[in-house]
């Protein structure tokens, strides 16, 4: 029993690092399946496609700045907000997978359904590791 | 009524005539008009814009017992004209009310312009466009908690970056944790898993996958269908009931997050257990389509227990 539960080895760390890794893009495979109609999505999904294939160069791509901005007309009229709108477009355009490509209009839309997909997916996992913990906790009583 | 309207709307009508028309005009109509020199030489493109606009959507919705005074953009009049009002924007002294006659359709729908801008076709597209983006982001403002208090575009954004990122971060952090809790699920078989699955099928395995490959998607299909769509409070209560199980070979571990490709709908609901009918074996799935936010079932509790 007691070999069982130390199954972590002495470089456990380096593992749960890669499983974490593993999972998270589990996670999002589930989360860019979710939402198939989505542009997020599909953008999300093309992605984790090249991960699969060249990790490393992907992990480039993907954290790299975008060559082209696209200019974003705002809302806001006075020149200083303006720009202080668009910095803020471009970082959301950043974060929202696929969002370089959007407009602000699109970009908006994309964002509010991502987010919803984000909460959805948190609260899968959460769930899954409270269940786990009671797991665990609950058969470390018996041993 | 709309005999008094036409006239103000024609171009021909010069300043100082459709200024003591207007006065004319009784307040029982809401009406919002252009203010402009030189009325649009197009007003079928202002209709247009108008309707596309969110603006006018949103007034629709009013009641036309609603009896504000014509909002008059004329300087002097302004004052006079939005008392009547309870709203009041403080942008750019945009006018607040957003009445509109929705019912009684007048030949000529009116976007309202804000003091001194152009209301030519290209600045009303623009307008239009605007005030969608403007509505996406009320939107926005809406979903991401707290943000209805900010105002200020710049701010609001910020929060909304928050959001995400934060969301992003605990789904990395859950992996994380994930990855700890429990050492003994095997999984390593995702990568295989992942040039495997199909996207018919939209299933994620978190686990052993030695069957993995050996599954066949199609055959997977009978599976999914025999799957029932649990009702939310069965799923509450199986979390705290150990339901038994038929045995399961150790390298059958599997945990399927599933999330329905085809389903349009916005919430999660976990599934049931189902027997796998390629590997005979009962399969662990955590199914999660999107209906109803519950709890996973507590299966992998019992293979967990049988790996001791």
């Known amino acids: 029993m007691e070999n069982l539960l130390s199954n972590a080895s002495p470089h456990s760390e380096?593992?749960?690092?890669?499983?974490?890794?593993?999972?998270?893009?589990?996670?999002?495979?589930?989360?860019?399946?979710?939402?198939?109609?989505?542009?997020?999505?599909?953008?999300?999904?093309?992605?984790?496609?090249?991960?699969?294939?060249?990790?490393?160069q992907a992990c480039i791509v993907k954290n790299s700045t975008p060559p082209l901005m696209k200019e974003v007309p705002l809302v806001a009229d006075v020149a200083e907000e303006k720009d202080e709108v668009e910095d803020r477009v471009r970082a959301l355009q950043r974060l929202?997978?696929?969002?370089?490509?959007?407009?602000?209009e699109r970009l908006f839309e994309e964002t509010a359904d991502y987010i919803e997909a984000l909460r959805e997916q948190v609260g899968v996992m959460r769930a899954l590791a409270c269940l786990l913990d009671g797991i665990e906790s609950t058969d470390g009583d018996k041993l | 009524m709309e005999d008094e309207i036409h006239p103000l709307l024609h171009p021909a009508a010069p300043s100082g005539a459709s200024f003591t028309a207007l006065l004319g005009l009784?307040?029982?109509?809401?009406?919002?008009?252009?203010?402009?020199?030189?009325?649009?030489?197009?007003?079928?493109?202002?209709?247009?814009?108008?309707?596309?606009?969110?603006?006018?959507?949103?007034?629709?919705?009013?009641?036309?017992?609603?009896?504000?005074?014509?909002?008059?953009?004329l300087?002097?009049?302004?004052?006079?004209?939005?008392?009547?009002?309870?709203?009041?924007k403080i942008k750019?002294?945009?006018?607040?009310?957003?009445?509109?006659?929705?019912?009684?359709?007048?030949?000529y729908v009116h976007v309202r312009a804000r003091r001194g801008q152009a209301t030519d076709s290209?600045?009303?597209?623009?307008?239009?466009?605007?005030?969608?983006?403007?509505?996406?982001?009320k939107l926005l403002q809406e979903l991401v908690p707290g943000c209805s208090k900010i105002s200020g575009t710049a701010l609001v954004l910020d929060e909304i970056i928050n959001h995400v990122q934060y969301l992003q971060r605990q789904v990395e952090y859950l992996s994380m944790r994930l990855a700890a809790v429990n050492p003994r699920i095997d999984f390593s078989g995702l990568d295989n898993f992942i040039t495997s699955t199909t996207t018919e099928c939209g299933r994620?395995?978190?686990?052993?996958?030695?069957?993995?490959?050996?599954?066949?998607?199609?055959?997977?299909?009978?599976?999914w269908s025999e799957v029932g769509v649990s009702d939310a409070n069965q799923m509450n209560n199986s979390t705290s009931s150990k339901r038994p199980q038929s045995q399961l070979p150790q390298n059958q571990l599997q945990q399927f997050w599933h999330v329905d490709l085809l389903n349009a709908q916005n919430h999660l609901q976990p599934s049931i257990w189902a027997q796998d009918e390629v590997a005979g074996s009962t399969v662990p799935l955590l199914v999660f389509d999107r209906v109803n936010p519950v709890e996973p079932s507590i299966q992998s509790n019992q293979q967990l227990k049988m790996e001791l």
Do not use: C, Y
């Open chain 1, 14 to 56: 380096t593992l749960i690092e890669e499983r974490g890794k593993r999972i998270k893009i589990a996670a999002e495979v589930g989360l860019a399946r979710s939402s198939g109609g989505r542009l997020w999505a599909r953008a999300l999904r093309r992605r984790l496609h090249r991960q699969r294939k060249l990790p490393q």
């Open chain 1, 96 to 104: 929202v997978p696929g969002g370089e490509e959007m407009e602000v």
């Open chain 2, 26 to 73: 009784p307040p029982s109509r809401a009406v919002e008009l252009l203010h402009e020199p030189t009325f649009p030489s197009d007003p079928a493109l202002v209709d247009r814009a108008a309707r596309f606009s969110v603006f006018a959507a949103a007034s629709s919705a009013q009641s036309t017992e609603v009896s504000p005074p014509p909002p008059l953009e």
């Open chain 2, 75 to 88: 300087a002097k009049k302004r004052k006079d004209a939005g008392s009547g009002n309870g709203k009041a």
């Open chain 2, 92 to 107: 750019k002294g945009k006018p607040a009310e957003e009445d509109t006659d929705g019912e009684n359709k007048l030949p």
């Open chain 2, 122 to 137: 290209h600045s009303l597209a623009e307008r239009a466009r605007r005030e969608k983006i403007n509505a996406r982001m």
């Open chain 2, 204 to 223: 994620l395995t978190i686990g052993n996958t030695k069957a993995n490959s050996e599954l066949d998607p199609q055959q997977q299909q009978p599976v």
